[in-house]
């Protein structure tokens, strides 16, 4: 069900929350939605959840974690949404979380026990830390912290995470020492396996991050690209 650009209207309609068999809900740019009832955790063959620029959506029902089937919920450019609920880990299912440009600037620690997330999102948002049980999130294959200004460091808990193989840190202003310690810990993830290739892509710079000043192995690498962005390098290797 698409229902994209309503505009005002603060509650979701109540007779959505009765489709019990509804696999597929966008809301995207509601712009007047506030919030959104606790009926929806009734959708239970709920997949895939789109809530994406409700600028005055602030704050989600603990409810919405009764959802164990949903697998993608699309929450980005929500900038009035400060927390999620504490019990994701309800929702058992969910494998990639985007979050790009919200208001968050915390993550519940329940976040590191959806075991089966495998993409999560920060683009943009105000995040100065992420979970230390993070590295709980065996399946987890990209972590995007791009612009997330605030963020001086990753949780040492990022060596658990062996499916890690995309890292986007462009725009953090984490030293170039630490830089090195995760493109370490993420080559090690990067195997070719029956056959089949895998690709590593981590995606480190910011203005003072500039090619003299990286580890002189990483040039050494099988593709180098090197890009100039407006807000400064971004620099992304390939290991085929």
Not at 48 to 65: G, Y
Not at 105 to 113: A, E, G, K
Request: hydrophobic letters at 40%.
């Amino acid at each position: 069900m698409h229902l994209s650009g309503w505009h005002g209207v603060e509650h979701l309609p109540p007779l959505i929350c009765t489709l019990r068999r509804l696999e597929h809900l966008t809301l995207m740019n509601w712009e007047s939605l506030r919030c959104v009832p606790p009926e929806i955790g009734q959708l239970a063959g709920l997949r895939h959840l789109n809530l994406s620029s409700c600028f005055t959506l602030t704050r989600l029902p603990d409810d919405i974690c009764n959802l164990t089937r949903l697998e993608y919920l699309q929450l980005s450019f929500c900038m009035s949404l400060t927390a999620l609920p504490d019990r994701m880990q309800g929702m058992a299912s969910l494998q990639v979380l985007r979050l790009m440009g919200s208001g968050l600037s915390v993550l519940p620690d329940s976040i590191s026990r959806l075991s089966e997330l495998r993409a999560l999102e920060l683009t943009d948002c105000e995040i100065e830390a992420l979970p230390e049980a993070l590295g709980q999130l065996r399946q987890l294959e990209i972590l995007d912290v791009e612009r997330c200004t605030r963020l001086t460091c990753l949780p040492s808990s990022i060596v658990q995470l062996r499916s890690l193989l995309k890292l986007r840190l462009h725009g953090c202003d984490i030293p170039i020492n630490l830089v090195r310690e995760y493109h370490a810990i993420i080559s090690q993830n990067v195997a070719i396996t029956e056959g089949r290739q895998r690709v590593l892509t981590t995606v480190v710079a910011d203005r003072r991050q500039r090619k003299r000043q990286l580890p002189t192995e990483i040039w050494n690498l099988v593709v180098e690209e090197f890009v100039r962005f407006d807000t400064g390098y971004h620099l992304e290797y390939d290991w085929l």
